[in-house]
């Protein structure tokens, strides 16, 4: 397969309701949800009614959206002529505090995505939906699904119970590294903790604009604790990230970094080089100047023209119309945003590259 078309790094299906997952669930999970009134795991970070969850114009009459991969494709594949599209699916697997029950939820998004989205449009890949709750649950996820191709990457979110380089995600990162998958990391909180450093806040208007910072911190300590010295291969993607901040965030990283790098020793680069290496940002929202012409100069900044995917983010509302990639951008740029990155950001993507492409049953197996 020659992709020659955009590779959307980040498309959301929506679960339209907990009877969906019902045939993905075991008799006794089955039971135990009827029995106990369990009506929706909601990923709360994305309420169903916010303007912000659903583009105005791409909302059906229930609220929601992309529900089917035929909806998906009419909104968010044939307008931006995307070619393949990732599919993160933000359920609320990450909120219950049952390891067991993060778990089954987990299986059942999994299975009701490879059956409901990767069997019928040969065009989604996905993104493995984990139970963060256990790394040993979280990796049983992993070694169930690695065999079928259509996974490129396992999803975290950017808030959890401990920042994710503490060892205890490990083995999570040496499972998605034997297999060669990606670590995506998603805005979104599992609220254990507040989604601020200084304390719980009152709006989402907050928490959204905090979900950056949120990403700076998981960033340093991703490098500070080693996770990219142990795991040389892996690849770590943010979603919903903004990327301007990085600049000024690798100063700040790299000047204390020279200071007192002794405590560190496995840290034995400059930081920005290992992010460089190691880390892609999606576009959406794309957090720049709204001056084309400072594009250039933001992405001297940057110091790196692989460092971005393209991403819609659908069906989030970050820009109106067709307008998804910023003016300013080179042609040249383009093609990398839209498809040389995002092929290198996810490996297995390639699989699919050179010769005919496997179906999705091959890919399946
Ligand atoms: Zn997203």
């Keep these: 397969m020659i992709f020659d078309r955009p590779i959307d790094c980040d498309v959301h299906p929506v679960v339209p309701g907990l009877p969906a997952l019902m045939p993905y669930l075991d008799d006794m999970w089955r039971e135990l949800v009827l029995r106990r009134g369990v009506d929706e795991l909601v990923s709360i970070s994305y309420p169903t009614h916010a303007p912000i969850t659903t583009r105005a114009d791409w909302r059906g009459a229930d609220g ?6 035929e909806l998906l494709a009419a909104q968010a ?9 990732i599919l993160n699916c933000l359920y609320g697997v990450q909120l219950p505090f049952s390891e067991d029950m993060g778990a089954v939820f987990a299986r059942a998004v999994n299975d ?31 070694e169930r699904l690695a065999h079928d191709k259509r996974f490129v990457s396992v999803l975290l979110l950017v808030m959890g119970e401990i920042p994710l380089g503490r060892r205890q995600h ?24 507040p989604p601020s450093p200084v304390g719980w806040t009152s709006y989402y208007t907050e928490e959204y604009t905090n979900q950056a910072g949120a990403f700076q911190t998981q960033l340093t300590s991703l490098v500070c604790e080693g996770v990219f010295a142990k795991f040389p291969k892996l690849k770590v ?4 990230s903004g990327f301007t901040w990085l600049p000024g965030y690798l100063w700040r990283l790299e000047k204390f970094w020279k200071g007192i790098r002794m405590e560190v020793p496995w840290v034995d680069r400059l930081p920005g080089e290992i992010v460089r290496e190691h880390v892609r940002f999606s576009l959406q929202p794309f957090d720049g100047p709204p001056d084309p012409s400072a594009i250039g100069r933001l992405m001297e900044h940057m110091q790196s023209d692989e460092l971005l995917v393209y ?16 003016e300013g951008f080179s042609a040249e740029l383009i093609r990398k945003i839209t498809i040389d990155n995002p092929l290198k950001a996810f490996p297995r993507l390639g699989l699919a590259q050179g010769g005919e492409a496997p179906t999705n049953k091959e890919l399946a197996s």
């Design 170 to 193: 490990w083995p999570i990162y040496a499972a998605a590294e034997r297999h060669g998958l990606s670590v995506s990391i998603h805005a979104g909180s599992s609220y254990r903790n």
């Design 77 to 85: 594949l044939d307008p931006f002529g995307t070619g393949t599209a």
């Design 237 to 240: 993607v943010m979603l919903e």
């Design 311 to 326: 991403s819609t983010d659908y069906p989030h509302w970050q820009f109106d119309g067709q307008d998804v990639m910023p």
């Design 64 to 69: 929601r959206t992309a529900t089917t991969p």
């Design 112 to 142: 009701w995505i490879a059956k409901e989205w990767l069997d019928r449009d040969p065009r989604l890949r996905a993104s493995i939906v984990l139970p963060v709750q256990s790394a040993e649950l979280a990796v049983a996820e992993i």
